[in-house]
């Protein structure tokens, strides 16, 4: 199992450099960073930074989208922080949501979705690569053939078997150990059925912790479900609420939520924040099972849980308070019981 962070792009770039250092030493694999460049500031200078002042810790958007950034801007870009770090950088890829719908764009299509990770994909490994009307191919000659790891985020089973078609990881954002293995297997078996081998495939698990008193961890991680809930609702709206494809348990959580998808029902001006407003649905039991709270003790149970159901990397959404403290239990009570 490899342990992961993601960084708000609100935190004082001090901070940001002394918790990389911090969980870098505490045996943390991975330190991401959310996308969304309205609501917080961009995340590429920030993460460069972060590079510089660590050695081993690999990097990354958790996750980006094919709507915000031209294609080649994006790939020059995912290259040059690739050669910056040694090759430290891998790209989690959406389909954009709180990115583009303060701006009044559109999620990506799937298909599309698709077509950026293989654009991304060539682009950075040095290949000549056309993409939506442009009339020439587009190549680089200096990112060193670097093979760049690609996540790619999902809920519904449309997403869900894009990730296994189009990269060497799936993100999923809750940390419920049946719903991760259901969507791990949705993903594999779109891979396999391609012909891809899917034996190294990878599956990382996102939520916030709270290592300590349960009912304070609730309160803490509460903001977490209304998140999830709002990509659900939006899932909901195109499959309908009597929909098969998708289990109960990640659907019926979310039917005393108001308004229809994402566009309605949720105000991304408080997106993972503690005292988010869009929690009033959302029940404290929910917010354990789809988080990871209470003793430390909770949290290796729940990780060796996870780690059953297939998931691979977890990774801790650094967003209710105490962040160095959640760091240093992580790496004191947890991490070394998984290696």
């Not at 590429?44 to 972060?50: E, G």
């Not at 040095?126 to 990112?143: H, K």
């Not at 799936?170 to 991760?180: D, K, N, R």
């Not at 309160?219 to 977490?224: K, L």
């Amino acid at each position: 199992m490899e342990f992961a962070f993601t960084f708000r792009g609100d935190l004082d770039k001090r901070r940001v450099v002394a918790i990389c250092r911090q969980a870098e030493e505490a045996g943390f694999d991975y330190a991401w960073f959310f996308d969304s460049h309205v609501l917080w500031r961009d995340l590429y200078p920030q993460m460069a930074v972060a590079m510089e002042h660590t050695s081993k810790l690999r990097f990354g958007p958790c996750v980006t989208n094919p709507q915000t950034r031209e294609w080649s801007v994006a790939a020059s870009l995912f290259g040059a922080l690739a050669v910056q770090s040694d090759g430290r950088f891998d790209l989690g890829v959406g389909r954009g949501d709180s990115a583009v719908r303060v701006v009044g764009k559109r999620p990506a299509t799937v298909k599309r979705m698709e077509n950026f990770c293989a654009a991304m994909k060539g682009l950075v490994k040095g290949e000549a690569v056309t993409y939506d009307d442009r009339p020439e191919p587009v190549q680089f000659d200096w990112t060193g053939g670097y093979d760049m790891p690609i996540w790619v985020a999902g809920y519904g089973p449309k997403a869900l078997a894009a990730a296994g078609r189009a990269g060497e990881g799936l993100i999923v954002q809750l940390a419920e150990p049946s719903l991760c293995e259901w969507m791990g297997d949705t993903a594999r078996k779109a891979g396999n059925e391609i012909g891809r081998d899917m034996s190294g495939y990878r599956v990382m698990a996102c939520a916030p912790v709270w290592v300590g008193d349960k009912a304070k961890g609730v309160e803490q991680t509460r903001w977490f479900p209304a998140l999830v809930g709002n990509h659900i609702a939006d899932i909901l709206k195109w499959y309908g609420s009597d929909t098969r494809e998708v289990p109960e348990a990640l659907t019926a959580y979310v039917q005393k939520r108001e308004g229809t998808g994402a566009d309605e029902g949720y105000d991304y001006s408080q997106h993972t924040q503690m005292d988010d407003e869009n929690t009033y649905y959302v029940t404290g039991e929910t917010t354990e099972a789809f988080g990871v709270i209470g003793p430390a003790d909770a949290h290796v149970e729940k990780m060796r849980r996870l780690e059953a159901a297939g998931v691979t990397q977890f990774n801790i959404y650094l967003c209710s308070g105490e962040e160095e403290r959640q760091i240093a239990e992580y790496g004191e009570h947890v991490i070394p019981h998984f290696r």
